[in-house]
């Protein structure tokens, strides 16, 4: 049977917005307003106000859902498949917790509504605020900030002004080589100049390389436990020490603590701050840049230097409290992204103390699995049991000249998303990949069926992974064009699917 022209099955082919419609066409038709209208240049300055917007679309309301709607298909997202991208914990997310953040209660609270008639979200606050020091073995919480770099940021400000208020803030920040880019440039924002630690040949910092580093006017050393390597940092203890006897603050990247959960505490390895990413950890949809929460827990001497305002409990009223004289100030408008601190208290109070643990548990079997089925098919550089992610490189694949991108573009056409590549950047070639723990053994080996066919065709057939994928709506990119200037107008460019039909991408520009 002949393909429906400019569909495959029922995917369907999208021009732009400004290519569709027809003039005078709207997309709802209100009924004429009861109250006096006004012209907008009353009510607006004229030189604000733009005459006419050059084929501005006109079109109805149907056309406008099937646009987002169809272009909502071509996305791919964790409610679609497997996701394994390392460092970024895309586990899936329950529906309950959507619900609970879009309770009228929550959803329409203003943030300018009295504290009186918001003691249900300040009491949600205030217990997550607890959890999170509970989980982690630390002191006291701010919800405040909107993203883990955020948070670390926020907690570099607190350690700068702790570090002050006892007479010098020091310059340098102690950051291993394996580190997220956020790190470096964490503290190159808080004024601090960064200090690469190489790591050991094991994959993680050695006691000897920090105490070479190590003198007075290192403010901190910011380390990921697990690492981003998916290692265990097993000389955490040392280390803390090696640096506390300096002066110095130990800072934890906690955006792995999905590997921890219920079973380590970063509080009880001489940790004096760590951020906690509640979008990878505690379940909230992200990727693309959508809210995100990164709370901070800090150490009871790091407490006064807290962002106001704090979330306080007078008998049984909660209140917001903005005395606190040493607080760093304000680092997010009002009090941070609520609706993220729902979904995660949610996730928390659904899950208990004995749920989260299995959730650590399951991820690091998970991401073992991985490694024990792929070894041997592709090389690991650090042959050793991991926590919750899995590094691979293509060192075996290269002599054959395919390299991580094709085997990354190549997963696309298996139904797969990529898994993190080229990251982090000691590992040449690396592929990074973090099961999570919400994958049924069916996917992990359906994914590793996939790896294990990619090796193969890599041997027979190099030419096939250099120009993957060839079944997706846009096939292999120029990756530098394709950033420097993008052309969002959709093509096809497979043979298998027909051209549009003339005058459907109307002003194609190629
Ligand atoms: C994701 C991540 C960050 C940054 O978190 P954002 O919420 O994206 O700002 C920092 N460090 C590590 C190890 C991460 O994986």
Redesign the pocket.
């Known amino acids: 049977m002949k393909e429906t022209v400019g569909t495959r099955g029922l995917q369907f082919n999208e021009p732009l917005l400004f290519e569709q419609g027809s003039k005078g066409r709207i997309g709802s038709s209100l009924p004429p307003p009861d109250v006096p209208t006004r012209r907008p240049e009353r009510l607006i300055p004229k030189k604000a106000l733009r005459e006419e917007i050059e084929g501005f679309p006109e079109l109805s309301e149907p056309e406008v859902v099937r646009h987002f709607t169809r272009l909502s298909q071509w996305n791919y997202g964790i409610d679609v498949g497997f996701y394994p991208l390392g460092?970024?914990?895309m586990k899936y997310n329950p529906r309950v917790n959507e619900d609970m953040a879009r309770l009228p209660g929550f959803a329409r609270l203003h943030p300018y509504t009295p504290e009186a008639l918001a003691q249900g979200a300040l009491q949600l606050m205030w217990e997550l605020e607890r959890y999170l020091a509970e989980i982690s073995g630390m002191d006291r919480v701010t919800l405040q900030p909107a993203?883990?770099?955020?948070?670390?940021l926020t907690a570099l400000m607190m350690i700068r002004a702790y570090l002050e208020s006892r007479g010098n803030p020091r310059r340098k920040v102690l950051v291993p080589d394996s580190?997220?880019g956020?790190?470096p440039a964490s503290s190159t924002l808080c004024g601090y100049s960064g200090v690469s630690l190489k790591s050991g040949p094991r994959g993680i910092v050695e006691p000897s390389t920090v105490a070479s580093a190590m003198d007075e006017e290192v403010a901190a050393i910011m380390i990921?436990n697990p690492n981003?390597l998916g290692l265990f940092e097993e000389h955490l203890l040392e280390i803390a020490e090696i640096v506390h006897e300096k002066g110095g603050q130990v800072y934890c990247?906690g955006?792995?603590l999905n590997a921890l959960l219920g079973i380590a505490r970063p509080g009880d390895m001489g940790i004096d701050a760590i951020?906690f990413?509640l979008?990878?950890t505690f379940s909230t949809p992200?990727g693309g840049g959508g809210p995100?929460a990164?709370p901070v827990g800090i150490k009871a001497h790091l407490a006064p230097f807290r962002p106001v305002p704090t979330v306080e409990r007078k008998g049984d009223r909660f209140c917001l409290n903005d005395d606190l004289p040493q607080s760093v100030g304000k680092v997010r408008s009002f009090y941070g992204n609520f609706g993220t601190m729902v979904r995660a208290y949610a996730y928390i109070r659904a899950l208990g103390p004995s749920g989260l643990r299995k959730v650590a548990e399951r991820a690091v079997i998970n991401a073992n699995y991985l490694m024990s089925h792929l070894k041997g098919i592709y090389h690991l550089p650090y042959d050793r049991f991991c926590k919750h992610e899995v590094i691979f490189t293509d060192a075996y694949q290269q002599p054959h000249g395919v390299s991580t991108m094709d085997i990354a573009k190549r997963l696309i056409d298996y139904g797969f998303h990529s898994p993190t590549i080229y990251f982090p950047l000691i590992v040449k070639g690396a592929l990074m990949m973090e099961p999570t723990e919400t994958e049924s053994k069916e996917t992990l080996d359906q994914f590793i069926e996939a790896m294990k066919r990619i090796a193969k065709e890599a041997e027979e057939d190099p030419e096939l992974l250099h120009k993957a994928p060839h079944h997706s709506k846009v096939t292999r990119l120029d990756e530098v064009r394709a950033a420097r200037q993008p052309n969002l107008r959709w093509r096809p460019q497979s043979k298998e699917v027909p051209e549009v039909p003339p005058g459907a991408l109307k002003g194609e520009g190629g």
């Open positions: 460092s970024c914990t993203a883990g770099a955020h948070g670390e580190a997220h956020t790190n990921t981003t990247d955006a792995n951020q990413n979008h990878k992200h995100g990164g």
